[in-house]
């Protein structure tokens, strides 16, 4: 628990499996194989409890194929969170109808700046050092996405970005986190 909220992880990964028929059925090897070589593999996306290791829920679907990415499964399990629990993943997740998504269930968001989306902390309000409350817009509705839905989205989104600068051993990185969570009052 991190301030009475429940903090659960979200990770992505992959699995092979024995090759049988019905498992190269349902999770097919990779495509560029070929047949008779390789195992059958998976994808899953896991929401895991901070405070607990449990697994909260799981999401498997096969590795390739049409809405079968570690995002389309995070979709399947969003009900693993509860209003008021953090969710923290790496920057792979960082969309803006992502975040979106568990903004509108009230959930806290806590992530790495995915590297195609810059920041520009010219723009924005200045909380502190390397630390802006910036406005993102809401992008064109993505084809997985309902209209409906769409429309449940907000045009846009309040969010908290702060840089922080690594040295250890010698290598030096910056890095940006987003967040929902409001600064520390002074």
């Known amino acids: 628990m991190f301030k009475g909220l429940h903090t659960k ?3 992505g990964f992959t699995f092979t499996m024995p ?3 019905v498992n190269q059925n349902a999770y097919p090897q ?3 194989l070929p047949g008779g070589v390789g195992f059958p593999i998976a994808r899953a996306c896991t929401v895991l409890s901070l405070a607990t290791g449990c697994v909260c829920d799981i999401a498997v679907g096969p590795y390739e194929g049409k809405e079968t990415g570690e995002s389309a499964l995070l979709r399947e399990i969003l009900d693993a969170f509860d209003k008021n629990d953090i969710a923290i993943f790496d920057r792979y997740y960082c969309s803006y109808m992502m975040l979106a998504l568990l903004i ?6 806590c992530t790495r700046l995915h590297q195609l989306r ?3 902390f ?3 309000r200045r909380l502190g050092h390397n630390d802006y409350l910036v406005n993102w817009t809401r992008p064109q509705r993505p084809k997985w996405m309902s209209p409906e839905q769409y429309d449940q989205i907000p045009d846009t989104l309040e969010l908290r970005e702060i840089r922080f600068e690594a040295n250890q051993l010698g290598h030096h990185e910056a890095f940006t986190v987003i967040t929902t969570l409001a600064p520390l009052p002074r």
Not at 104 to 109: A, P
């Open 122 to 124: 010219r723009k924005g």
């Open 9 to 11: 992880l979200v990770d």
């Open 19 to 21: 090759d049988t028929p």
């Open 104 to 109: 509108t269930q009230e959930v806290h968001v």
């Open 118 to 120: 810059k920041s520009d």
């Open 30 to 32: 990779l495509k560029n």
